[in-house]
């Protein structure tokens, strides 16, 4: 979860993708960004905790909501603590905003800085637009299309995983 915001909207599609990720095959925990210290750019103070999750992981799904046409800062501040980690993890975005978009500018944004990183982000990207009636009063997804629309984006993302050699198996 790429926010650490009070009265973030993020929450419920990040859980929403972390179950129904698990539910397809993947061993994913959801991982929120509140959890890691981000006062530092220097690279002396790299959260060992961040570090050994992007080693072990096999790819990497970033939730994120759009906030002026960019990605929050403190996702930057998390990616940027490391850079050998990431070679060839690939990635895939999940934007989230309060308008119709879904996010679109900010994981456009995002991607460039991913690739930066020798990520490789999928061309597939989840947009929840209109977050706040996408859910109902329970963090339930309200329309099921969004079911069939993750499972192509997670195939998309195990096709990298096993092509890049990350998936175990």
């Known amino acids: 979860m790429g926010t650490g915001r009070e009265g973030r909207r993020s929450d419920r599609p990040a859980r929403f993708v972390t179950e129904e990720a ?3 095959g993947f061993e994913s ?3 929120d960004i509140r959890d890691f210290d ?3 750019t220097d690279n002396k103070n790299i959260d060992k905790r961040w570090q050994d999750l992007v080693l072990r ?3 990497i799904i970033i939730v994120a909501p759009e906030y002026n046409h960019g990605y929050p800062g403190e996702l930057k501040l998390l990616l940027d603590q490391l850079y050998e980690e990431y070679r060839h993890k690939p990635v ?5 905003s309060s308008g119709f978009d879904g996010g679109i ?3 456009e944004m995002l991607r460039i800085a991913l690739i930066e990183l020798n990520m490789i982000p999928i061309k597939s990207a989840m947009y929840f637009g209109n977050v706040e009636k996408l859910f109902d009063a329970e963090g339930k997804i309200i329309d099921q299309r969004y079911r069939d ?12 995983a096993s092509a890049l050699g990350t998936k175990k198996g």
């Open 38 to 40: 981000l006062r530092f």
């Open 22 to 24: 698990n539910r397809f």
């Open 92 to 96: 895939g975005i999940c934007g989230v």
């Open 105 to 107: 500018v900010m994981a």
């Open 57 to 59: 992981s096999q790819g």
């Open 29 to 31: 925990p959801m991982i």
């Open 149 to 160: 629309w993750l499972k192509e984006f997670f195939e998309e993302l195990s096709w990298f």
